[in-house]
């Protein structure tokens, strides 16, 4: 019965945090409106912070592998809530390259990174469920924040809009309290860290995350995904950056602008959902959904002309966007577990979520110095397709190793079933996975033997 709880907790999580960085076109034109600064400098301050969620990724790993999910999450609360509290005090926009970008930038990463990981340790035999489940809050909080942000900013002025999103984001403190550590999880980090002091916890796990790492960045599969991710976020993040501002240039006013930011949130919901169940069967495939729906927004981007006559074409672009990048979030996480197993699973987000962030951080500025140089914005949306063809291709390369999920069905059906009843001891633990995969090696040994006499 926990594990569900912890589902919903992860779900709030995600609506409360890394939802917030699908308000950075409205937090951009306020910016600009604000300050009335360089355009470029305004677009760097919105990608810092767009990537800042999925850049921090190793950090948020290591203090996983240190401490807990639950730790990670509850940290994440308090610092958006500083990140943004600061900001909303800030009358030099400079000063938000710190307060606003790199703190609350952290603080969505903590949030987004914990309530991922918890899950794989929670839901080993059936992840994508769980975590389509679970990115479907972002998908909600997607659909909610733009529209609340700019209400916000109407009602309450720039710094108090910014002071009162801190207070929305603190309660990830709330939701990450429910997220007390599994069987599966305690095991993990007793092997990582020994049980020992705080100080040999930290230096044990800095070496076993160089260690993960380096078996990560070896797995050729995992490359190609990797940077797959990378220019799918190249194309994504240029794409919510200027898509409102794009609307408005098209005659929409700022709250229609708004809107179809937060219809993409009602597409991403579904998409999130529907990926999740889909990615379960075996005999659709993550990467295939992956390599698909990469594709088809593409085309989609490439003929957004196409949707900019009325504001309910506008809208229904926004929904085709939520639709078939929503998804994405899911196939990451799926895909990284497939690839990697559940032992490098928390490494492998981590490195993950810093190719993704990698490509929010570029993305909008190379896309801001191609509107600046063209002064056409339909360029940007041809980058952004471009980038989105090119992921589609990269993850075609990719090939998930198929009989992973099945080796981690089978080891960790005992571990799945104690956690679920809180019955089962250190003995249990260790038999199921130190024994288990040794024995049937041996059964297959033995079969073998008595094929070959």
């Given at each position: 019965?926990?594990?569900?709880?912890?589902?919903?907790?992860?779900?709030?999580?995600m609506?409360?945090?890394?939802?917030?960085?699908?308000?950075?076109?409205?937090?951009?034109?306020?910016?600009?409106?604000?300050?009335?600064?360089?355009?470029?400098?305004t677009?760097?301050?919105?990608?810092?912070?767009?990537?800042?969620?999925?850049?921090?990724?190793?950090?948020?790993?290591?203090?996983?592998?240190?401490?807990?999910?639950?730790?990670?999450?509850?940290?994440?609360?308090?610092?958006?809530?500083?990140?943004?509290?600061?900001?909303?005090?800030?009358?030099?926009?400079?000063?938000?390259?710190?307060?606003?970008?790199?703190?609350?930038?952290?603080?969505?990463?903590?949030?987004?990174?914990?309530?991922i990981?918890?899950?794989?340790?929670?839901?080993?035999?059936?992840?994508?469920?769980?975590?389509?489940?679970?990115?479907?809050g972002?998908?909600?909080?997607?659909?909610?924040?733009?529209?609340?942000?700019?209400y916000?900013?109407?009602?309450?002025?720039?710094?108090?809009?910014?002071?009162?999103?801190g207070?929305?984001?603190?309660?990830?403190?709330?939701?990450?309290?429910?997220?007390?550590p599994?069987?599966?999880?305690?095991?993990?980090?007793?092997?990582?860290?020994?049980?020992?002091?705080?100080?040999?916890?930290?230096?044990?796990?800095?070496?076993?995350?160089?260690?993960?790492?380096?078996?990560?960045?070896?797995?050729?599969?995992?490359?190609?995904?990797?940077?797959?991710?990378?220019?799918?976020?190249?194309?994504?993040?240029?794409?919510?950056?200027?898509?409102?501002?794009?609307?408005?240039?098209?005659?929409?006013?700022?709250?229609?602008?708004?809107?179809?930011?937060?219809?993409?949130?009602?597409?991403?919901?579904?998409?999130?959902?529907?990926?999740?169940?889909?990615?379960?069967?075996?005999?659709?495939?993550?990467?295939?959904?992956?390599?698909?729906?990469?594709?088809?927004?593409?085309?989609?981007?490439?003929?957004?002309?196409?949707?900019?006559?009325?504001?309910?074409?506008?809208?229904?672009?926004?929904?085709?966007?939520?639709?078939?990048?929503?998804?994405?979030?899911?196939?990451?996480?799926?895909?990284?577990?497939?690839?990697?197993?559940?032992?490098?699973?928390?490494?492998?987000?981590?490195?993950?979520?810093?190719?993704?962030?990698?490509?929010?951080?570029?993305?909008?500025?190379?896309?801001?110095?191609?509107?600046?140089?063209?002064?056409?914005?339909?360029?940007?949306?041809?980058?952004?397709?471009?980038?989105?063809f090119?992921?589609?291709?990269?993850?075609?390369?990719?090939?998930?190793?198929?009989?992973?999920?099945?080796?981690?069905?089978?080891?960790?059906?005992?571990?799945?079933?104690?956690?679920?009843?809180?019955?089962?001891?250190?003995?249990?633990?260790a038999?199921?996975?130190?024994?288990?995969?040794?024995?049937?090696?041996?059964?297959?040994?033995?079969?073998?033997?008595?094929?070959?006499?």
């Amino acid at each position: 019965m926990y594990p569900w709880v912890v589902l919903v907790a992860s779900f709030m999580t995600m609506m409360f945090g890394p939802s917030v960085n699908y308000a950075t076109g409205v937090f951009h034109v306020a910016l600009l409106k604000e300050f009335d600064e360089d355009l470029v400098l305004t677009t760097w301050v919105g990608s810092i912070f767009g990537c800042m969620f999925a850049l921090a990724g190793p950090v948020a790993s290591f203090v996983i592998n240190v401490f807990s999910c639950r730790t990670c999450v509850v940290m994440s609360g308090i610092v958006m809530l500083v990140g943004f509290a600061c900001s909303s005090l800030v009358t030099d926009i400079r000063l938000l390259f710190l307060t606003y970008a790199l703190v609350a930038g952290l603080g969505t990463c903590l949030s987004g990174t914990g309530a991922i990981v918890v899950l794989g340790y929670y839901f080993p035999n059936n992840p994508a469920v769980a975590q389509g489940l679970c990115v479907a809050g972002a998908g909600l909080g997607m659909f909610l924040h733009p529209v609340l942000v700019q209400y916000l900013f109407d009602n309450y002025g720039f710094h108090g809009a910014f002071l009162i999103t801190g207070g929305i984001t603190f309660h990830a403190c709330v939701t990450g309290m429910l997220m007390r550590p599994s069987v599966i999880e305690r095991k993990r980090k007793r092997d990582i860290t020994g049980g020992g002091r705080l100080r040999r916890k930290i230096i044990l796990s800095l070496c076993g995350d160089c260690s993960r790492i380096g078996k990560v960045v070896k797995n050729v599969s995992f490359l190609f995904f990797a940077f797959s991710i990378f220019c799918f976020a190249l194309g994504l993040s240029a794409e919510y950056l200027f898509l409102p501002d794009f609307c408005m240039k098209q005659g929409a006013t700022f709250r229609d602008a708004s809107l179809v930011i937060s219809t993409s949130g009602i597409g991403s919901v579904i998409s999130r959902i529907l990926t999740g169940i889909a990615s379960s069967d075996e005999n659709i495939g993550s990467a295939i959904l992956h390599t698909s729906t990469a594709s088809i927004m593409a085309l989609l981007t490439l003929f957004v002309s196409l949707f900019l006559s009325s504001s309910y074409l506008q809208i229904l672009f926004g929904f085709f966007l939520g639709l078939y990048t929503g998804g994405f979030w899911v196939l990451m996480n799926t895909l990284t577990l497939d690839i990697l197993g559940l032992q490098n699973f928390a490494t492998g987000v981590g490195v993950a979520m810093f190719f993704c962030g990698t490509g929010y951080l570029i993305g909008p500025p190379i896309a801001g110095a191609i509107l600046e140089a063209t002064g056409d914005y339909y360029k940007v949306f041809l980058f952004s397709g471009a980038m989105m063809f090119l992921a589609s291709a990269l993850g075609f390369l990719s090939n998930a190793k198929e009989n992973t999920r099945k080796c981690r069905h089978d080891v960790l059906t005992e571990l799945s079933t104690c956690s679920d009843n809180n019955m089962c001891d250190e003995a249990a633990v260790a038999d199921a996975t130190e024994n288990k995969l040794p024995t049937e090696r041996k059964e297959h040994q033995y079969r073998l033997h008595d094929e070959h006499i």
